[in-house]
């Protein structure tokens, strides 16, 4: 059986699987996501997903046309239609069909789409080694234009930094706010190490408040990992002792290198490995 594709209450293959093409979402990037992992059929940190999908909604005064609990369900019936068991779930919610004005009250009613699928967003060799990465010359889209902690269907900002990557050779970049400081990478928050503390930048830097940052820091605490939520940059990237990124897709991958220069000892440190250890004996409960 195809891909089924799960679109307002109904569920299509993905060849007939198909939006307005006025919907804003599509004109505008006007709407909101959420991409949320799957381990053993099981959806991990499903509520957690939902209640800043429906913020980042209110947030853009879009009304999402279900509840919650319906939300659940629908995401939980397309892992199970879909036979996805170890995965990837794309939850998507557009302004809605509209004309070619940017006035939202013409649009709607809100689109909802959700996708269940396989995803290998790095390869597994990679987790081992570590990731090589690079600084963009593009900065994070500072919050006073467009908070971060919106999850738009604008990813403009991160795709002109992710094509600096790439170009580098590079499968990420790291971006820097209007201070100068660190922010995030292209789709994933940072964590560096230093002196056995671990440290990521706060919400107020520009960033998103990661699902699966918020699991690291909680399974810091538990380890007795000293951990804080503090402003730098790339002057302490370069002289950390370890490097990593966390994602909903990416889980927690190590990073070895930025901008050509070693970080630690150019492999991936233990307590990289400790918390990654402590992730993946979360996610199997």
């Known amino acids: 059986m195809s891909l089924q594709i799960y679109i307002n209450g109904e569920f299509f293959d993905k060849d007939n699987a198909k939006i307005s093409v006025f919907?804003?979402?599509?004109?505008?990037?006007?709407?909101?996501?959420?991409?949320?992992?799957?381990?053993?059929?099981?959806v991990f940190r499903l509520e957690q997903h939902i209640d800043r999908l429906w913020d980042s909604a209110?947030?853009?005064?879009?009304?999402?046309?279900?509840?919650?609990?319906?939300?659940?369900?629908?995401?939980?019936?397309?892992?199970?239609?879909?036979?996805?068991?170890?995965g990837y779930?794309?939850?998507v919610v557009t302004r809605g069909i509209g004309d070619l004005g940017l006035d939202p009250y013409v649009c709607g009613p809100p689109q909802v789409i959700i996708i269940a699928a396989q995803l290998a967003l790095y390869p597994k060799e990679l987790y081992e080694t570590g990731l090589d990465i690079v600084t963009a010359g593009t900065m994070r889209m500072p919050p006073a234009a467009l908070n971060p902690r919106v999850k738009s269907l604008n990813y403009l900002n991160s795709i002109m930094a992710k094509i600096?990557?790439?170009r580098a050779g590079c499968e990420e970049a790291l971006m820097l706010n209007h201070k100068g400081e660190v922010s995030e990478c292209t789709g994933d928050n940072i964590f560096i190490i230093k002196?056995?503390?671990l440290m990521t930048p706060p919400i107020d830097a520009g960033i998103l408040e990661g699902v699966t940052r918020n699991v690291v820091l909680e399974l810091a605490a538990q380890l007795g990992i000293p951990a804080k939520e503090t402003a730098f940059t790339r002057h302490d990237v370069f002289v950390a002792d370890e490097c990593f990124l966390t994602g909903s897709a990416a889980e927690l991958i190590p990073v070895v290198s930025i901008d050509k220069r070693t970080i630690g000892n150019?492999?991936?440190?233990?307590i990289t490995k400790q918390l990654l250890d402590a992730f993946h004996e979360v996610v199997k409960r």
Request: aromatic share 4%; glycine share 12%.
């Open 23 to 42: 919907d804003h979402g599509l004109l505008y990037g006007d709407g909101v996501f959420e991409g949320l992992r799957c381990y053993n059929g099981k």
């Open 58 to 86: 209110k947030s853009l005064a879009i009304e999402i046309p279900m509840t919650k609990t319906e939300m659940i369900q629908a995401t939980q019936k397309a892992v199970l239609l879909n036979n996805v068991n170890e």
């Open 89 to 91: 779930i794309r939850i």
């Open 164 to 166: 600096e990557a790439l």
């Open 195 to 197: 002196n056995g503390v």
């Open 266 to 270: 150019g492999k991936p440190g233990p």
